[in-house]
Each structure stands twice: as C-alpha cells, then as structure tokens.
C-alpha cells in the first residue's frame, strides 16, 4: 500500500504573477513536474494582491475558495459572482473570461484545476472531526485552510496550509481544530 505523502507549507516557492498582483504557491500537481500546460490537476494556494483578469486555461475546470481577507467578485462571462464568505468552494469554467475584483483588500485563495477528459475534482470543506475512506481509483488531498489537523492512526498533525495527500484505499479518522479542505482527485481515462 502506498504511504500518506506530506506536503509542509513552509517548503513551498512563491511563483509570482505573469501580471504582478499576486503570488501562487503550488501545493500539489499530477503528474509531478508538469508544468501549466501539462498537468492533469494542480492545487494551489494563492495570495492576491490586486485585482485584475484571470488566466485562461482552456479545457480546465476550477474551483476557487476564500480562505482569507474580505473576498472578491469574480466575473465570469459577463456575470458577477460575489465571494465575500470564506470557505465557500465556487466552481467555474477555467477557459471563460474570468476577471477578479477584489471587495476590501488582499485576499488568499485556495484554487484546485483538473484538466478534462484526464482528471477530476470534488472538494469539500469540513470543521470538524471525521472517518476518511479514499475510495479505489482516487486520492485525496487534505489541506489545513485555518487552525490544525490531524490523522489519528497515521499520528500525522497539519498546520495551517500544510496539506497530505492520502493514496487510493486509505482509512483515517482526521481531527479538525479550524478548518480544512478535502479534495477528492480522480484520473480519468
């Protein structure tokens, strides 16, 4: 059986923006090494800085959550969306024209993108505690968004952006003390 992988926050590079309003820092990817072109899924946190336009990723599905600041409104294809309440997964299409408003200063977001036809994502938020069960073919990443976690059999404890990403068959009890994300990875295909 594969063995949990454990992905620290404080080992993780700032990439900063081709437009200079934020940073990202790259959590986990599929398959490693892959770059923006090329990568079956990516996961991502980011801190912006300024508002401005999205990048475009053609036949790439995103899920954008609010982990900290006021918010921003997202237009996407013409039509606001308004992200004020953080922890609220907003899910829109990577290749729309998508342009960022930021509602009273920097926020950071928490960004997971599957390429389609080879990848797929549900991400789900979660405050307390839980069995994990990764079902066969999948993996899934769990990522601190405040406060801690921890697994109880593998006597793992996750910081505040930290993040572990759990193989296909793993079986868990995870203790949340704040908040933390559960993103579901399936590969398609």
């Known amino acids: 059986m594969a063995t949990i992988?454990?992905?620290?926050?404080?080992?993780?590079t700032a990439t900063p923006w081709l437009n200079g309003g934020g940073v990202t820092?790259?959590?986990?990817?599929?398959?490693?090494?892959?770059?923006?072109?090329?990568?079956?899924?990516r996961v991502s946190l980011a801190?912006?800085?300024?508002?401005?336009?999205?990048?475009?990723?053609?036949?790439?599905d995103r899920?954008?959550?609010?982990?900290?600041?006021?918010?921003?409104?997202?237009?996407?294809?013409?039509?606001?969306?308004?992200?004020?309440?953080p922890f609220r997964p907003f899910a829109f299409a990577g290749d729309a024209a998508t342009d960022c408003r930021l509602l009273d200063g920097p926020v950071v977001?928490?960004?997971?993108?599957?390429r389609r036809g080879r990848a797929a994502a549900e991400v789900e938020i979660t405050d307390h505690q839980r069995e994990l069960r990764?079902?066969?073919?999948?993996?899934l990443l769990l990522v601190c968004l405040a406060g801690s976690a921890a697994l109880g059999t593998a006597d793992l404890r996750l910081e505040?952006?930290?993040a572990a990403l759990l193989p296909a068959g793993?079986?868990?009890?995870l203790r949340v003390d704040g908040v933390a994300a559960l993103v579901t990875l399936r590969r398609l295909g």
């Open 5 to 12: 992988k454990v992905l620290r926050a404080g080992d993780r």
């Open 25 to 41: 820092r790259e959590v986990a990817g599929f398959p490693a090494g892959s770059g923006m072109t090329d990568f079956a899924w």
């Open 47 to 60: 801190e912006v800085g300024a508002g401005g336009p999205f990048s475009r990723f053609e036949e790439v």
């Open 63 to 85: 899920v954008i959550t609010v982990v900290e600041g006021a918010g921003m409104a997202l237009t996407v294809d013409g039509t606001e969306h308004r992200l004020a309440e």
């Open 109 to 114: 977001d928490f960004n997971v993108m599957t």
């Open 134 to 139: 990764v079902p066969g073919r999948a993996e």
């Open 160 to 162: 505040r952006f930290d």
């Open 170 to 173: 793993t079986e868990d009890l």
